[in-house]
């Protein structure tokens, strides 16, 4: 199975952007899926996660408010809705898929063993 997101793009502060992850296959049963980006010259931040059946949803302290999560396992997506962007969201932004058997937290990099290519984001002041 293979991740491919897009979405991204460049967009004035104050837009939003809808970032989608389609998988190859389908989802593992029971897996969580997150995102996270990455700006240059930092490291790998958490954003989001969703659990399997889209239940429970997880943010990252900065996006608190801004984002949304969301999946469609029949389609095999995730998607990510980012509101109100502002400067220091610029980064590139990656889905990726949490292995079953971590016991790693659904915020950390450590927990998803298969990641997308990432898509750009990019927001002007």
């Not at 502060?13 to 389908?26: I, N, W």
């Not at 399997?52 to 990252?60: A, E, F, L, Q, T």
């Amino acid at each position: 199975v293979q991740l491919q997101a897009s979405g991204g793009g460049l967009v004035q502060a104050g837009g939003s952007l809808r970032l989608s992850c389609v998988a190859s296959g389908p989802p593992e049963s029971g897996n969580t899926m997150g995102w996270f980006r990455q700006a240059p010259g930092k490291e790998r931040e958490f954003v989001a996660a969703i659990s399997w059946n889209g239940v429970v949803k997880y943010y990252g302290d900065s996006v608190q408010g801004q984002a949304i999560i969301s999946r469609d396992n029949a389609k095999n997506t995730v998607a990510l809705q980012m509101n109100r962007l502002k400067p220091e969201d610029t980064a590139v932004y990656y889905c990726a898929s949490r292995r079953l058997s971590s016991t790693a937290s659904e915020r950390s990099a450590n927990a998803y063993d298969l990641w997308g290519q990432g898509t750009q984001v990019t927001v002007s002041s």
